[in-house]
């Protein structure tokens, strides 16, 4: 899996002389779950998360598409989308306006969650 997205996100962290625990840290992860992305071990990855890495080393999220990754396991509801990245063999014919796309509609929904359960936490204490 070297064109993996863990390996990718490792080859940046070294490029940047970056130690995984000061990467993790930033990037408001344990170093053990970074470990294991880096590793292989996890595959499935949050959009979220995949933002604030290509944020983090200030490269556009597709880099970590290119080769042999892709949007997978997504669930449809009401024309949004709700997935992880996984690891998958297949040619990456998408734009790149797609993939921000997808990885905005990933954040507001994640926002949308989130009010959602204030409400819910609210109505539950009254």
Known sequence: MNNGIGFKIKKLREQKDISQNDLAQDLDVSQGYLSKIENGEIEKIDFLFMQKVADFFKVDPQYFLEG????????????????YISKVTINNNFSEDLLKNVINNQSQISKLMEMQNKLIENLLKK
Not at 68 to 83: H, K, R
């Open 68 to 83: 042999e990754m892709i949007i997978n396991d997504i669930e449809t509801s009401n024309n949004s989308a709700v997935g």
